[in-house]
């Protein structure tokens, strides 16, 4: 479950950097286990809420192996709908979501450890296919990264105007 981890974190903190218009000191962070580096805001309370966040998609995960998921991440501005004497209901407008679309798969021959008298190179061929697996995702999540640095960097308009805070959000994950 820690390349899920690093995958979503990736993501996710990538997002939250180029949407965060405050004075933040930027954080590289050196993926474990693929040659990827991101930034994260170096937010202590972002870190640990996103934290919390991709824990929660992981103990889903593990209880429904194979399926395919999403998280998403929306950004919001809190507005007074009624406001009156005695309440004022706030209602969020939403003004950015980002969707991210997730298959988690468990490795062939996960769970199925029989003692069978396969050749001696099977190990070393499902090594070799492991290692395969992981530069794909590696590929990959480095695609993305550059999908969501452009994006951001391309799409403005949209944002309101800079406050002193970050900007208003939630993280949904599957339950």
């Known amino acids: ?63 429904h192996p194979n399926r395919k998921s999403q998280v998403c991440l929306s950004f919001f501005d809190e507005k007074n709908k009624h406001p009156g004497w005695f309440s004022s209901k706030t209602e969020r407008v939403y003004w950015e979501q980002w969707f991210i679309n997730l298959h988690v798969t468990s490795p062939k021959g996960q769970g199925k450890s029989r003692g069978s008298k396969a050749p001696a190179n099977t190990k070393g061929q499902a090594l070799e296919e492991t290692s395969s697996r992981r530069d794909a995702l590696s590929l990959l999540i480095q695609e993305v990264l550059f999908q969501i640095i452009n994006y951001a960097n391309e799409k403005k308009d949209h944002i309101p105007p800079i406050s002193d805070r970050i900007f208003n959000h939630e993280i949904l994950v599957p339950r």
């Open 1 to 63: 479950m820690i390349i899920m981890y690093e995958c979503v974190a990736g993501i996710l903190h990538t997002i939250f950097f180029h949407r965060t218009l405050t004075l933040v000191r930027p954080k590289d962070v050196d993926c474990d286990l693929f040659e990827i580096t991101y930034v994260q805001c170096g937010l202590a309370e972002l870190e640990k809420e996103v934290d919390e966040k991709i824990n929660q998609f992981i103990a889903w995960a593990e209880k």
